[in-house]
């Protein structure tokens, strides 16, 4: 088994050519500070937005190739998440968040056809199971708020017949069934969105068939998704808490993770003992009490901030890069008023 910092996802991309580091003074009308995900398509709707624009992406080391380049690559939207947009927000806004966050589902596509950008995207939903007794109907505030609210075909909940007929485990009993998650291979995707910049000068240089992306319902929990090339990848929300964020790279090489999840791998399927593990690798999340993104103006002025995806970030990073450039652009439109 290979166990690096990045793994699988950028050994299969590709590292990008590195970029020099920047010298002397640069005078921008925005600068982004985080060549990630967010930082990226923030940059990216700001330029379409203005082309005039004099923008500078500002990374420390190589963009997308820290969290976003090494996540479990679920897109996923945020219905399964409504009954905690509501609570915070009320029904009209959770509402708003919803349809916007499926929309960028949608629009990730668009960008990756239009580049003509091979991410391995694939639409078909995200399931929740059960793995024990007492997760069975985990969901079930979820599929209620979802119903009260109007939008119930969103989500579905399967019996153990239905949910063996998409993955056979003997751990699976019940789950729930919400449609607006593809998969993507992420570092595929970052690296896309990283040309796509350099392309436009944004930047300065610098039994199973695939579906859906399924996760159990536990706190520290297990996700798992396949590849178009025959893998399983799988996951899982755990490990070191790194306090004061001093990981000291314990946080990217932790072998007592990889054997908790080799063995939540073969506890799911026991058919998979004895095969060889390739690749494996991890890495820090910024965790939300809400378990929900946030963004924020700071005082000091026309500064504004996004983070807190708790692992969920590759699809919503979209919908808040255009919320960053709105905020940026002080427009006063349908993403500057998402909650």
Same mark, same amino acid.
């Given at each position: 088994?290979?166990?690096?910092?990045?793994?699988?996802?950028?050994e299969?991309?590709?590292?990008?050519? /590195?970029?020099?580091?920047?010298? +002397?003074?640069?005078?921008?009308?925005?600068?982004?500070?985080?060549?990630?995900f967010?930082?990226?398509?923030?940059?990216?709707?700001?330029?379409?937005?203005? *082309?005039?624009?004099?923008?500078?992406?500002?990374?420390?080391?190589?963009?997308?190739?820290?969290?976003?380049?090494?996540?479990g690559g679920?897109?996923?939207?945020?219905w399964?998440?409504?009954?905690?947009?509501?609570?915070?927000?009320g029904?009209?806004?959770?509402l708003?968040?919803?349809?916007?966050?499926?929309?960028?589902?949608?629009?990730i596509?668009?960008?990756?056809d239009?580049r003509?950008?091979?991410?391995?995207? #694939?639409?078909? +939903?995200y399931m929740?199971?059960?793995?024990?007794?007492?997760?069975d109907?985990a969901w @079930?505030g979820?599929?209620?708020?979802?119903?009260?609210?109007?939008?119930?075909?969103?989500? #579905?909940?399967?019996? =153990?017949?239905?949910?063996?007929?998409?993955?056979?485990?003997?751990?699976?009993?019940?789950?729930?069934?919400?449609?607006?998650?593809?998969?993507?291979?992420?570092?595929r995707? /970052?690296? +896309?969105?990283?040309?796509?910049?350099?392309?436009?000068?944004?930047?300065?240089k610098?039994?199973?068939?695939?579906?859906?992306?399924?996760?159990?319902c536990?706190?520290?929990?297990?996700?798992?998704?396949?590849? *178009?090339?025959?893998?399983? /990848?799988?996951?899982?929300?755990?490990?070191r808490?790194?306090?004061?964020?001093r990981?000291?790279?314990?946080?990217?090489? @932790?072998?007592?993770?990889?054997?908790?999840?080799?063995?939540?791998?073969?506890?799911y399927?026991?058919?998979?003992?004895?095969?060889?593990?390739t690749?494996?690798?991890?890495?820090?999340?910024?965790?939300?009490?809400?378990?929900?993104p946030?963004?924020?103006?700071?005082?000091?002025? =026309?500064?504004?901030?996004?983070?807190?995806?708790?692992?969920?970030?590759?699809?919503?990073?979209?919908?808040?890069?255009?919320i960053?450039?709105?905020?940026?652009?002080?427009?006063r @439109?349908?993403?500057? =008023?998402?909650?």
């Open positions: 088994m290979k166990h690096s910092p990045h793994g699988y996802w950028i299969e991309a590709g590292r990008p050519e /590195a970029v020099p580091p920047l010298k +002397g003074d640069l005078k921008l009308d925005v600068a982004v500070v985080g060549g990630g967010t930082g990226m398509w923030t940059a990216w709707h700001l330029h379409r937005s203005d *082309p005039e624009l004099k923008i500078a992406v500002l990374e420390a080391g190589g963009a997308g190739l820290g969290p976003s380049g090494r996540n679920f897109v996923e939207g945020m399964s998440n409504f009954r905690n947009l509501e609570k915070q927000h029904q009209a806004a959770a708003e968040i919803g349809h916007a966050a499926e929309r960028s589902i949608g629009q596509e668009e960008f990756l239009e003509g950008i091979d991410a391995w995207f #694939k639409q078909g +939903g929740t199971v059960s793995t024990s007794e007492a997760q109907g @079930d979820q599929i209620e708020a979802l119903g009260q609210a109007g939008v119930g075909e969103h989500a #579905k909940v399967l019996d =153990r017949a239905e949910v063996q007929a998409i993955c056979r485990s003997p751990r699976f009993r019940e789950a729930a069934l919400f449609d607006d998650t593809a998969t993507i291979q992420p570092s995707l /970052a690296l +896309g969105l990283r040309q796509a910049l350099i392309d436009a000068s944004v930047l300065e610098i039994g199973w068939e695939g579906a859906p992306a399924i996760t159990d536990r706190s520290l929990l297990n996700y798992t998704r396949t590849t *178009p090339d025959g893998r399983i /990848a799988l996951g899982w929300g755990g490990g808490i790194a306090a004061g964020g990981r000291s790279g314990t946080a990217e090489v @932790d072998g007592e993770v990889v054997e908790e999840v080799s063995r939540n791998l073969t506890d399927f026991p058919d998979l003992a004895g095969r060889r593990i690749h494996a690798w991890g890495g820090p999340i910024d965790a939300s009490a809400s378990h929900l946030h963004v924020v103006s700071l005082p000091s002025g =026309r500064v504004f901030a996004a983070f807190g995806y708790t692992g969920n970030g590759v699809g919503p990073t979209q919908m808040v890069g255009r960053m450039s709105s905020l940026v652009l002080d427009r @439109d349908e993403y500057s =008023r998402l909650a």
